[in-house]
């Protein structure tokens, strides 16, 4: 079986993550230019959200990290992997299917659920319209989910990072067209006047739809030239799948506590106007490195920690662990400085453009702010998580999930009479921070694969000095460049030139303090 290389694997990933979120961005861009923070902009945010909601229950979260442990070590071992992952594909698959019939009939109660705020005005028919094309989606991905979880487990992970880019080329495409002027305001029951934007909502929601079968293509094809030749057939419960029902119950009671969360966060932004747009533009911005880092770490650490462990490999387990949180936090603390530092630059220039407009900036902005603060926390989560998946400890995550769950209730549903609708930022981020503790506590039970070595402890106060200095330097260099993010003519440049600045700096720094080598990329990129 082909080994899995972490450094490279974790490039290969993050690269493709990189293009992935960059689309995303122009995306996000290009919708808050045509449609602001207005009702179609909200409608449709909400209306994707949910099966991308239910896909990080379903797929990412209960499923593949019960799945690609399970499968990982039957390719180990040479125990009838391709077996098992047919039937788990037509048990998924069965499951998938009555559920997005369900929520199209229930589709009104699923949107008053997450958005109750919205249930008074235009905005709520329209989330429904949205929702019924949208939520078809979650089917094509979850099993795109399976094929992927596949694909990593056989250390082939450039079909699976290179999905999600084929959902945001369509999207950019479909907004192409609106920009054309080839769609026109209409008019929608219960509004008084036609709603400017509503034929791009409406062909962005099928845009997404036609995404989700792109994507499963791409990687059923991918899995079938790398020799896992899966094929649907008539649903049977094996030992094997009540086994991986067994140990995929407490992930997906877990998948359910972190989308109670996010119901949270949206039920209290949909009671102040346009916040639900400036959280997902802010949540746009802070994922970025959060995908390339975090997201890239966590696909290649989950199956390379369950063979190693099957394989009895502890020290080659403890040492996986260490890089993976060594590269989080030497790519992710000065990231999470910038977000603090300059969150009013980067969305001003990003986002402020057509109906995105400066109140929308500043909103924004803060939210921005408030997730960096918690961005390493978000990253640290997914190289603490695999530790727990990969030896098909799905309980006590779970347990840390309903904790956390709290925290970020109080906080969020407590503070919105206060603070208004960044109270939902604040309880994601401090509830991130509880989760990590609750990991790492959990976590020194495992022994010796779960402790950190002399080369990671040595490193960490060297990566958060040169993190210090790119701060000062970024922040000096954004007060000097402040008259030129206004400018249309330069302020892309300028932007380009602020990151660059700061980028060369912490480079510069980490050289000089030790806290990383640029050969350990050098390797990585040519391996």
């Known amino acids: 079986m082909k080994p899995i290389r972490l450094l490279s694997s974790i490039f290969t990933v993050g690269i493709w993550t990189l293009l992935s979120r960059i689309l995303g961005f122009v995306r996000d861009v290009m919708i808050a230019a045509a449609l602001g923070a207005g009702p179609v902009a909200e409608a449709f945010l909400i209306a994707f959200s949910l099966p991308n909601m239910f896909r990080r229950f379903f797929a ?78 979650i089917l094509f991905i979850s099993l795109a989910a399976l094929f992927s979880g596949v694909l990593n487990a056989m250390g082939r992970f450039a079909a699976a990072a290179a999905a999600p880019v084929l959902l945001n080329v369509i999207l950019v495409s479909v907004l192409l067209v609106a920009q054309a002027g080839w769609f026109s305001e209409t008019v929608v029951v219960g509004a008084p006047e036609p709603v400017p934007g509503l034929h791009t909502g409406t062909m962005l929601a099928w845009g997404a739809a036609i995404a989700g079968i792109a994507q499963l293509a791409l990687v059923w094809i991918a899995a079938d030239r790398a020799g896992m030749k899966l094929r649907p057939r008539r649903p049977r419960m094996t030992p094997e799948l009540k086994r991986l029902a067994i140990i995929a119950a407490p992930a997906a009671l877990a998948g359910g506590v972190v ?98 407009d400066a109140d929308d900036t500043a909103a924004t902005a803060l939210a921005v702010a408030v997730y960096g603060l918690g961005l390493p926390a978000f990253v640290m989560q997914k190289t603490l998580q695999p530790l727990f998946f990969a030896r098909e400890d799905t309980k006590r995550p779970f347990y840390y999930a309903v904790a956390a769950m709290v925290v970020n209730a109080a906080l969020a549903i407590g503070l919105a009479g206060t603070l208004g609708y960044i109270a939902a930022a604040i309880g994601t981020t401090i509830a991130g921070w509880a989760m990590v503790v609750l990991l790492w506590r959990g976590a020194r039970s495992m022994g010796e694969a779960a402790t950190l070595d002399a080369r990671f402890r040595r490193r960490f106060w060297r990566i958060l000095a040169a993190s210090g200095v790119m701060g000062v330097v970024l922040w000096a260099a954004s007060v000097t460049m402040t008259p030129f993010f206004g400018m249309d003519g330069v302020r892309y440049a300028a932007l380009a030139i602020l990151v660059a600045v700061g980028m060369i700096s912490y480079a510069l720094a980490g050289q000089l303090f030790g806290a990383f080598r640029l050969s350990d990329f050098r390797r990585a990129v040519r391996r």
């Open 259 to 356: 989308q109670i969360n996010l119901l949270v966060g949206r039920q209290v932004a949909s009671f102040f106007d346009g916040a639900i747009a400036w959280l997902n533009y802010a949540d746009r911005l802070y994922q970025l490195p959060l995908g390339v880092v975090g997201i890239a770490i966590g696909v290649v650490l989950l199956p390379d920690l369950s063979r190693r462990l099957g394989a009895g490999d502890t020290a080659g387990g403890r040492d996986a662990f260490n890089r993976a949180c060594e590269i989080s936090l030497a790519l992710t603390i000065p990231a999470a400085v910038a977000l603090v530092l300059i969150p009013i630059p980067l969305v001003d220039v990003l986002f402020r453009r057509g109906a995105f």
């Open 60 to 137: 990412e979260g209960a499923f593949n990290m019960a799945f690609v442990p399970m499968f990982s070590k039957r390719l180990e071992t040479g125990e009838g992997a391709e077996d098992f992952a047919r039937d788990a594909l037509s048990g998924l698959a069965t499951i998938l299917i009555v559920f997005t019939v369900l929520a199209q009939i229930f589709m009104p109660a699923l949107v008053y659920a997450i958005a109750s705020g919205f249930a008074e005005d235009v905005r709520f028919g329209l989330t429904v319209d949205f929702g019924r094309i949208t939520f078809v989606y």
